[in-house]
């Protein structure tokens, strides 16, 4: 295997002797560390070393970690200077913090550190997540690259909490998807909505012939049918407590009996649940069991609304509109229709620009772009939600983090202005589209070129 390239950077007072051997070490764990400097764009994993915590320490782990897609290891080089601050590091950006005080074991644990991420890097870039999951905000990224991890390397249960139009389904299908166990089963799936009480016994633990007036054959229930896959229970707070007590014992011991028997069978299964309730609380109203909930909840991922990732809603509009115009090229979006759709509230998330999507191309006729007309009169904005404010609660809180954690004026500005740009450039496709990005941000194009030039490093 080739080495692992990695770029490194020494924030100490006296490098030479140090950094001599850490290098050394990092080759002979199978990496190839290069300086920061001289690192390319792409170069997505590498280390800090420093002696002292410093404001210049925690600066750079902010540059680099801007966009979330870099994972950083902060290693102090002895304990004293480290000073306690591992969780400030982290908070700034660093995916780990290491003390590099066996330098032969260090450089293996960086090894095995970088390999796991590489790893996962590469699924969160290939077709069962790209095709089907769109997106590539930093809050998307981050919220799958986890979902990844757990799905690929553990088959502990998982709790989706979101919104209704989330994804909730279609990430418990990639996890279904990603569970690396061998000879795995199906995926089935119990809407907990629908499970009507009187027959939820028949539902999940399968029935016997003649067990009840309209029970003339024997049915596999879902328990059963999850034997060796996967069951996903939407909508897992829906269900009522005297039948969570039920699940809670099959989940616990893998173990149930059929409706009209007295067999016990086995069954062995990976648990995935979603909810769009906030179980904790369900729990202190007395609607949800504790119990229950720590037994399903191993691993708890929020699912971001559509809200908190307006930069994907363009690249999600494109997806949609590939999907239902597969053998032609997707139109373009006159500005006004962009800016529409970017402005446009959606309580139903991903469902809904879905259906808009939807709306629109059933009146789109014609290879030219997608104009004003093609929306709906109802739909159009009236002339107060044209002239709407644009900065909302969630701009606001994004402001009142920055500032509680310490970042100055510049600081915010810098990260408003780099997230414009790389939004802007997103948002576009195909030849021209740096040009295109700067007419939408006012400036000219060599100005937004160099400005990315210097952003590329610290």
Not at 240 to 249: D, N
Request: hydrophobic share 40%.
């Amino acid at each position: 295997m080739a080495d692992i390239p990695l770029w490194y950077h020494f924030l100490v007072k006296s490098a030479t002797a140090i950094s001599s051997v850490a290098l050394t070490n990092l080759r002979s764990a199978g990496l190839l560390p290069i300086p920061l400097s001289e690192a390319t764009p792409d170069s997505s994993i590498g280390l800090i070393f420093f002696d002292t915590v410093s404001e210049e320490v925690f600066e750079l782990l902010r540059g680099l970690t801007r966009n979330r897609s870099t994972h950083v290891l902060a290693v102090a080089l002895s304990r004293e200077a480290l000073a306690g601050s591992s969780w400030q590091l982290l908070q700034a950006g660093a995916a780990d913090v290491l003390v590099w005080d066996n330098p032969d074991a260090m450089a293996r644990v960086v090894a095995t550190r970088v390999q796991r991420w590489l790893q996962v890097d590469s699924i969160l870039d290939s077709p069962p997540v790209k095709d089907n999951l769109v997106g590539d905000s930093p809050v998307w990224r981050a919220t799958l690259r986890h979902i990844v991890e757990v799905a690929t390397f553990s088959a502990a249960p998982v709790l989706l909490v979101g919104e209704s139009g989330t994804g909730k389904e279609l990430i418990a299908r990639l996890i279904h998807t990603l569970d690396q166990r061998v000879n795995k089963r199906n995926l089935i799936t119990v809407d907990c909505s629908t499970v009507m009480p009187d027959l939820a016994g028949s539902e999940f633990f399968g029935h016997e012939r003649g067990a009840f007036t309209s029970a003339v054959a024997a049915r596999e229930g879902a328990f059963a049918l999850a034997d060796g896959g996967t069951l996903f229970l939407d909508e897992v707070g829906e269900l009522p407590p005297r039948l969570q007590a039920e699940l809670l014992r099959v989940i616990q011991e893998h173990t149930f009996k059929r409706v009209g028997s007295n067999v016990w069978q086995t069954t062995n299964f990976r648990l995935i649940c979603a909810t769009n309730r906030d179980l904790m609380v369900e729990s202190a109203r007395g609607r949800f069991r504790r119990d229950f909930y720590y037994r399903i909840a191993a691993w708890v991922f929020r699912i971001p609304p559509l809200r908190e990732r307006v930069g994907d809603i363009l690249s999600l509009v494109r997806h949609f509109i590939r999907q239902l115009r597969p053998d032609d090229p997707p139109p373009e979006l006159d500005e006004s229709v962009r800016d529409y759709i970017l402005r446009r509230e959606y309580p139903g998330n991903v469902r809904d620009l879905k259906q808009l999507v939807t709306r629109i191309m059933t009146r789109h006729v014609g290879p030219g772009s997608i104009t004003a007309g093609d929306i709906a009169e109802d739909e159009r904005p009236s002339e107060e939600q044209g002239q709407k404010d644009w900065r909302d609660d969630f701009f606001e809180n994004s402001i009142k983090r920055a500032l509680g954690l310490g970042l100055s004026l510049k600081d915010i500005a810098t990260a408003a202005a780099d997230t414009a740009i790389r939004l802007a450039v997103d948002s576009e496709e195909g030849r021209g589209r740096v040009k295109r990005a700067a007419q939408r941000l006012g400036i000219t194009e060599r100005a937004l070129q160099m400005h990315r030039a210097s952003r590329t490093r610290i």
